[in-house]
């Protein structure tokens, strides 16, 4: 399980992210931030669009900032929205995940108040597709 520490990090970084939030259209703020297996953490916020589904998800940026600074692998990350529902990733979110996480990743559900529920990506995404498939082929 993801360490205190940790999680705290991923916490404080997840709540920064979320109040740069664009979301003019849902008023639904996201933030996510994620750790590599390194020790590193970053951040994303759901950023929305007139054209609606070009909008993007809040895991997405999260991981488009690890790509960029050179990361490859998610140990952990953490989803922060509000409400009385769970913001648990999206499942085109949790596919975008699997690409850089295996099944025992860890997937923290927050809201404002803290960490609402824990899983791991396979729980959330069995049976899954993934880099392994591709691995493989001529
Ligand atoms: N959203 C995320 O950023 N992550 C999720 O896991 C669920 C949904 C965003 C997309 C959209 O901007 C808003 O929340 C409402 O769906």
Request: charged share 15%; with cysteine.
């Amino acid at each position: 399980m993801t360490d205190a520490p940790t999680v705290a990090a991923l916490f404080d970084a997840a709540v920064a992210a979320r109040a740069a939030a664009y979301a003019p259209y849902s008023q639904f703020r996201v933030g996510a931030a994620l750790a590599t297996p390194e020790g590193a953490i970053h951040a994303g916020c759901n950023v929305e669009n007139a054209a609606y589904p070009v909008g993007t998800c809040a895991e997405a940026g999260a991981i488009a900032a690890m790509v960029a600074a050179g990361g490859r692998r998610i140990a952990a990350i953490l989803v922060l929205g509000d409400g009385p529902a769970l913001c648990a990733p999206c499942g085109a979110c949790r596919q975008r995940l699997r690409e850089f996480a295996a099944d025992e990743a860890h997937v923290l559900v927050a809201g404002p108040e803290g960490v609402r529920a824990r899983f791991t990506l396979g729980e959330l995404l069995p049976s899954s597709f993934g880099p392994a498939n591709l691995e493989a082929q001529p």
